[in-house]
């Protein structure tokens, strides 16, 4: 157990519908990463945030969004949802240093 | 553009094989390079890293070797169980706090 949960475990939703995933990191971690896998491209980096801030972006498209509140847990946001977008989505969190500790992922079917 | 490109896609051993997993970079300012192992249905969970100052690392049965010159490393995994039966990923980053660019997975399967 990384210490990182997420939830929901599991979404499955419609074409065009808005959905929210949210992260909780571990105890005294202030970075959180966010992660998509999917079958074809592997783990690909989101967006990363910064005891609130957000830090860097990725891969990550217009119609998706994240935030991290003040009590460090973090959602990311995905709006006008598209079959491709079909994937499991992983966040990490890391205190300093290199080492990012992965959530067990929220799976995501847009159907 | 893969910043880190690993092979082979997926891999089958006998239990006590060494399985062997590469990983290729071009950009040069990397400088941490940790291997993540992921079970179905979990999340990936940090096995071992390594920085390019050290050619060899070992922890347990598992070695990251390094050729900085190559900007190659690869996973050995020493006296393989049916247990490591796993997907494992390469990375890297540039520096503490960065994000992680990972290769596509390679799929360990260890036949008893």
């Known amino acids: 157990d990384s210490g990182v949960t997420q939830t929901p475990k599991h979404l499955i939703t419609a074409t065009g519908q808005r959905v929210t995933l949210r992260c909780s990191p571990r105890?005294?971690?202030?970075?959180v990463y966010w992660y998509q896998q999917s079958l074809d491209q592997g783990l690909q980096f989101l967006i990363q945030?910064?005891?609130?801030?957000?830090?860097a972006k990725g891969n990550i498209l217009e119609r998706f969004s994240a935030q991290q509140f003040p009590d460090l847990h973090s959602e990311l946001n995905l709006s006008s949802l598209e079959l491709g977008d079909s994937a499991l989505y992983f966040c990490?969190?890391?205190?300093?240093?290199?080492?990012?500790?992965f959530g067990p992922g929220t799976r995501l079917t847009v159907l | 553009q893969q910043q880190v490109k690993q092979s082979p896609q997926s891999l089958i051993v006998q239990k006590g094989g060494i399985p062997i997993i590469n990983c290729a970079y071009e950009?040069?300012?990397?400088?941490?390079f940790p291997w993540y192992q992921q079970f179905p249905g979990k999340g990936p969970a940090l096995l071992i890293a390594?920085?390019?100052?050290?050619s060899e690392k070992k922890e347990g049965r598992f070695t990251i070797s390094f050729n900085k010159s190559a900007k190659q490393f690869s996973l050995h995994i020493m006296d393989s169980q049916p247990g490591d039966s796993a997907t494992y990923f390469c990375a890297a980053s540039l520096c503490e706090g960065n994000q992680f660019y990972f290769g596509t997975g390679t799929s360990l399967t260890v036949i008893p």
């Open positions: 945030y910064y005891n609130g801030e957000e830090r």
């Open positions: 990490a969190s890391s205190v300093a240093g290199y080492t990012q500790y």
């Open positions: 950009n040069t300012a990397f400088d941490y």
């Open positions: 105890s005294g971690d202030l970075s």
């Open positions: 390594i920085r390019p100052d050290v």
